[in-house]
């Protein structure tokens, strides 16, 4: 990302990045909730999630041809510049090669064995930056850098499978038209709401260069967005981990689903406020330093992304408890809410307040969609949203009321030093003595760390 962004303007910089997020939008069309009624039947039963994992691999496949061929006619008829067109083109390669390899990874986390995964990432994403370096240096062209993306994307789906089929399962293709319904049926809900979840992620950038394109924003956008994707990466491993878990939970009716949503919407809450004040402040600063000068405009836009990372990460988990419940229909009605009131209020808001309401009409729809999956999992789980959700609430609301109100009289250091003071009061009477525990094995287990460098 440093490199592109300094190698490249900030034009075609951003039209790289549109065009990741184009086809990313894509990714839960090929996998039609698949992995999520992987994980659930692995889960619960490792005999029967075998051949779910046939009839996954059967329908992925048939899936991809059909994603991608709507995302070739989508491209050509929507990208009238020949540059950008082409670039859009290539990128569907990356479609083919991630979606496999994203389900070799479903794979992994069903079966819970996740060293495979590490072992991949290991390989395939260092040679992607290696590969991709050598070309924006030897011949600085954006196009071969979307050629190197989507073929290390397929190089990786075909070690992955050649994995899964040495050591996991023998692949082959399942024709049994009766579990191919049941799994495609279970599917389709999850992969819709997924879809619709990832528009208000995907989305801003995607809506911002067909109704603002007239200068450098684009690129401004995609470098502050940048900061959000790497940062949900994290959530997004946790998520695709926790399912399994989550499943034997649900069937066993133990209550850990219930801890695991409370302790999920306290620690977004609380650490999304951290990352947002801390972006808020550095943010513009880092980014010029990091990025040049030609990008202070991302600078000043990072904070206000960085927020969305609270109702994005608390959506997310959330959302993943209804999975394994089996609440599809419900989950698929607050992400349809959600994605509705982005797509219908980005245009006015992005006319209005330019970039920024790209960023705050997204983090509108992803709240509407946390909410209304708060209030149906309240129905099916005897949740404390009093300790889980209306006190840390409260907190994280007067802990950015007191810094952006201090922020005119005090300077930003200072105003951050009282924000987090305001946090720590808060924290302390909103965290249960579980939540302490854990967050001070954690910061001793930091400490020693770091003395062990020193």
């Known amino acids: 990302a440093v490199i592109l962004a300094r190698v490249f303007s900030p034009n075609i910089y951003g039209m790289i990045n549109y065009g990741i997020a184009l086809y990313l939008l894509f990714i839960p069309l090929t996998k039609m909730g698949l992995e999520i009624v992987l994980s659930r039947d692995v889960g619960q039963d490792r005999q029967q999630g075998a051949q779910t994992a046939l009839i996954t691999f059967t329908l992925r496949i048939v899936s991809i041809a059909l994603a991608t061929a709507v995302y070739v006619i989508l491209a050509w008829f929507t990208e009238t510049e020949p540059p950008a067109r082409l670039i859009v083109f290539v990128f569907s390669f990356a479609l083919i090669g991630r979606s496999l390899a994203m389900w070799t990874e479903n794979i992994y986390a069903a079966y819970e064995a996740n060293r495979y995964s590490f072992r991949q990432q290991s390989i395939f994403r260092p040679l992607e930056v290696l590969l991709g370096l050598l070309v924006v240096f030897v011949w600085g062209e954006a196009l071969l850098v979307v050629v190197v993306h989507g073929l290390v994307w397929c190089l990786e789906a075909i070690y992955g499978l050649t994995v899964i089929n040495r050591r996991i399962l023998p692949l082959r293709l399942n024709r049994n038209l009766s579990e191919l319904r049941r799994v495609f049926v279970q599917g389709l809900p999850l992969g819709a709401a997924l879809l619709l979840m990832a528009l208000p992620y995907q989305g801003p950038l995607i809506f911002f260069r067909h109704l603002n394109s007239v200068d450098n924003s684009l690129g401004q956008l995609a470098l502050a967005m940048q900061v959000l994707f790497m940062l949900s990466q994290i959530m997004l491993a946790l998520g695709i981990v926790s399912l399994p878990v989550l499943s034997r939970s649900a069937a066993r009716q133990d209550g850990k689903d219930c ?148 922020m005119q009289v005090l300077g930003p250091m200072l105003s951050l030093l009282a924000a987090f003071v305001i946090l720590a009061i808060g924290c302390r009477g909103c965290l249960t003595p579980q939540d302490l525990v854990w967050f001070g094995q954690t910061f001793r287990w930091l400490i020693k760390k770091i003395s062990s460098k020193k």
């Not at 729809?365 to 129905?379: A, K, P, S, W």
């Not at 609430?393 to 007067?398: A, E, K, M, N």
């Open 259 to 406: 801890l695991f949503a409370e302790t999920a919407i306290r620690f977004s809450l609380f650490f999304g406020t951290i990352l947002a004040l801390l972006g808020t402040v550095f943010g513009p600063w880092m980014t010029v330093q990091i990025f040049g000068e030609k990008y202070t405009q991302a600078g000043s836009l990072v904070g206000p992304v960085l927020w969305l990372i609270i109702p994005w990460a608390t959506g997310h988990a959330l959302a993943r408890v209804l999975m394994a419940r089996k609440l599809d229909s419900q989950l698929l009605f607050c992400a349809l809410v959600g994605a509705v009131f982005f797509s219908l209020s980005i245009s006015e808001a992005v006319l209005r307040y330019g970039v920024e309401g790209a960023i705050w009409s997204a983090g509108a729809g992803m709240i509407l969609t946390t909410l209304l999956i708060v209030f149906v999992l309240h129905g099916h789980l005897t949740m404390d949203l009093r300790a889980s959700l209306k006190k840390p609430g409260v907190t994280v609301l007067l802990t950015a009321s007191g810094f952006f109100s201090l």
